[in-house]
């Protein structure tokens, strides 16, 4: 009984404590009908700064623009 009660109120704490809502988790500037590569790219380059984190360009699109590849882990393939 005491475990359930333990556990019961630890689930209670952390979602009350770890919940967040939209509004909480919302990106500056990702928060509008279109979204562009330029709006995206700054937080993609800030992303590849983590040392399991891999940006590299895979090609270019027909109208010039680079198509990138955004690599988390460090899992080598074989």
Do not use: C, W
């Not at 005491?2 to 928060?31: K, Q």
């Amino acid at each position: 009984m005491r475990l359930y009660v333990l556990a019961t109120a630890l689930l209670a704490l952390s979602t009350s404590t770890l919940a967040n809502t939209i509004e909480d988790t919302a990106v500056a500037g990702l928060d509008k009908p279109a979204i562009y590569y330029a709006d995206i790219e700054p937080h993609l380059k800030s992303a590849a700064k983590h040392p399991s984190v891999t940006l590299k360009q895979i090609g270019t699109s027909f109208q010039g623009q680079a198509l990138n590849s955004l690599k988390i882990g460090t899992y080598q393939s074989k």
